[in-house]
């Protein structure tokens, strides 16, 4: 089972940017489809961008055009990078991995990003 440990969120104000990252162990990130959701309190979690091993990327149409999620499968991370933020896109982001092979799903504990002046 792949360890997930999310880093990188704060806050910020309005049309700042921040750069998330989520590193694993215990297995090779490139086995994965590697994910971004979020959840707001008493939301549901949403799925924010997503990666396959091969490097295509699908995103939210919230997020497009201003969020870019990468990989680097030696270094066993994955980025979120985020630009332009909103207000709305105040959220607690997790990372989630998902091996197709065997149908593990691992959830990092999340990381806080506020967007505010």
């Known amino acids: 089972q792949v360890h997930l440990v999310e880093s990188g969120g704060g806050l910020v104000q309005p049309g700042g940017s921040l750069r998330l990252s989520c590193a694993a162990s215990?297995?090779?990130?490139?086995?994965?489809?590697m994910a971004w959701y979020r959840q707001a309190p008493g939301k549901e979690r949403e799925l924010v961008a997503v990666?396959?091993?091969?490097?295509?990327?699908n995103y939210a149409d919230s997020v497009k055009g201003r969020f870019t999620i990468s990989r680097d499968n030696a270094k066993n991370t994955v980025y979120l990078q985020m630009n332009s933020l909103k207000p709305e896109d105040t959220d607690v982001y997790y990372c989630?991995?998902?091996?197709?092979?065997?149908?593990?799903?691992?959830w990092g504990q999340g990381t806080q990003v506020t967007v505010s002046s």
């Open positions: 989630n991995a998902k091996r197709p092979t065997t149908g593990s799903n691992s």
């Open positions: 990666i396959t091993s091969g490097g295509s990327a």
């Open positions: 215990g297995s090779f990130l490139g086995f994965y489809v």
